[in-house]
Nanobody, 123 residues
């Protein structure tokens, strides 16, 4: 059974850092692009970052450029999202998703989703 499990969320003060992980099971991650998305209370889900199946191409939403870094370790079947200089507006539930093919920030193109990990940035 194909499964994605996010971890690493939690509470952090503004300016702090978190590293989210997205662990895959039940399939070979090597052929899938992975995207990170987030949804804040009362808001639409939005793309945060994505990475192609080899890790050679990445994209970032403007909100995270210079602060977030996406990476992957296919041997460990895990994709990471390093988030630095966190702001209260980064508070949301963060989801990872997998798609066979090109990396994209368009959420409805993704086939598989994790259950999400909450991130709260507040003082």
């Amino acid at each position: 059974q194909l499964q994605l499990v996010e971890s690493g969320g939690g509470w952090v003060q503004p300016g702090g850092s978190l590293r989210l992980s997205c662990a895959a099971s039940g399939f070979t991650l090597d052929y899938y692009a992975i995207g990170w998305f987030r949804q804040a209370p009362g808001k639409e889900r939005e793309g945060v970052s994505c990475i192609d199946h080899r890790g050679g191409s990445t994209k970032y939403a403007e909100s995270g450029k210079g602060r977030f870094t996406i990476s992957r370790d296919n041997a460990k079947k895990t994709v990471y999202l390093q988030m630095n200089s966190l702001k209260p507006e980064d508070t949301a539930v963060y989801y990872c998703a997998a798609v066979w093919g090109m990396a994209t920030m368009t959420s409805n193109l993704y086939d598989y989703w994790g259950q999400g990990t909450p991130v709260t940035v507040s003082s």
